[in-house]
């Protein structure tokens, strides 16, 4: 008998066929980044979707592939960053799925770790109230990392999971059954060209961050940024730290630039349950809802006792 594509002993058994047909789906994704410029073109501009992105070819490819995967599942409502309105799937799914089906876009053609995030909730009978809803009810959250390993992490509400793809039998194969972030690190992530636009608090964490053994928080910091939600995601996981996509002054980014439904409800829900800490600064994400499709939030997330101090910044007076 065959292996299934994922052990179903830590899934609940009713999205067990949700979370096998996003593994499978997941295989032929990473086999076609994989093949890169040898296989077809994936980094070509096709289009813009609802919010004003570039859309590029495995943008596009990727959301195809998903949509046809889950449609033959238990999924009412599917809802995409490459889909301006929900998509009615299966009338008699149980479940509605949020998913950001390639993240990381400006990743595809530099062979830098790219990813799909996705999050599901219990659908309702209106499509888009499923979704716009706190993101504490979902029932799942989680990613697939195309990296140098495709891992699958995601939780149910009981912790969070780490599957690694063993490529040579195409099996999901459970290597951490209970993440947990450390609760303090010494590495940032934020785009620091954005620094003039930043909120005042955000400046004064980077600031303190900056200062190092002779600031306030008496220690030498280090800084990254891959561009991928999902690779900052997974390192922070491993070694703990603090990601930053904060509220900026430029047109649009207002509230950041990571959608609440498919990025940072998932991202939130994976980091909690690993022991770490997810807001929008002040408040936990878990307890925000938005009211479109495409709404933005700000997010920091990671160790939690760097979010917490994130967080009391935002209490200060500004100087
Ligand atoms: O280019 P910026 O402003 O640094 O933004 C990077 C962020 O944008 C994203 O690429 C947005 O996701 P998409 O690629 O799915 O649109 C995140 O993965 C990443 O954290
Ligand atoms: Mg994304
Ligand atoms: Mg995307």
Redesign the pocket.
């Given at each position: 008998m065959t292996q299934p594509v994922i052990a179903p002993d830590h899934i609940p058994a009713d999205l067990y066929d949700v979370i096998a047909a996003l593994c499978r789906t997941s295989i032929d994704v990473a086999a076609i980044i994989a093949k890169g410029p040898l296989g077809q073109s994936l980094g070509n501009l096709v289009g813009e979707n609802s919010d004003g992105?570039g859309q590029k070819a495995l943008d596009v490819l990727c959301d195809e592939m998903f949509t046809a995967a889950l449609t033959r599942e238990n999924v009412r409502w599917y809802a995409s960053?490459e889909q301006e309105t929900v998509n009615s799937l299966n009338e008699n799914g149980k479940y509605a799925l949020a998913i950001?089906p390639?993240?990381?876009?400006?990743n595809i053609d530099v062979n830098v770790s790219i990813g799909t995030i996705f999050s599901i909730f219990e659908a309702k009978d209106d499509a888009e109230a499923s979704f716009l809803r706190p993101a504490s009810e979902q029932v799942c959250g989680g990613y697939v990392v195309y990296g140098p390993q495709t891992a699958l992490v995601v939780t149910f509400g009981a912790g969070t999971q780490m599957y690694v793809l063993d490529p040579d039998t195409k099996v999901f194969i459970l290597v951490e059954e209970k993440m947990t972030i450390a609760p303090t690190s010494k590495e940032f992530a934020i785009?620091a060209s954005n620094y003039r636009h930043w909120v005042q608090p955000v400046r004064a964490y980077v600031d303190n961050c900056l200062a190092g053994k002779d600031g306030p928080h008496g220690k030498d910091y280090n800084m990254r940024w891959v561009?991928?939600?999902v690779a900052?995601t997974h390192r922070i996981l491993s070694r703990g730290g603090i990601f930053l996509?904060p509220s900026d002054a430029r047109k649009g980014y207002e509230n950041g630039?990571?959608r609440m439904i498919y990025e940072c409800a998932p991202i939130a829900f994976v980091i909690e349950q690993a022991g770490g800490r997810a807001t929008d600064g002040e408040t936990p994400i878990l307890e925000r809802q938005v009211d479109t499709l495409h709404g933005r939030v700000p997010l920091v997330f990671g160790s939690a006792e760097k979010v917490t101090r994130v967080a009391e910044h935002h209490n200060m007076p500004a100087v």
């Open positions: 992105d960053e950001d390639l993240d990381g876009s400006s785009n561009g991928s939600l900052e996509y630039r990571l």
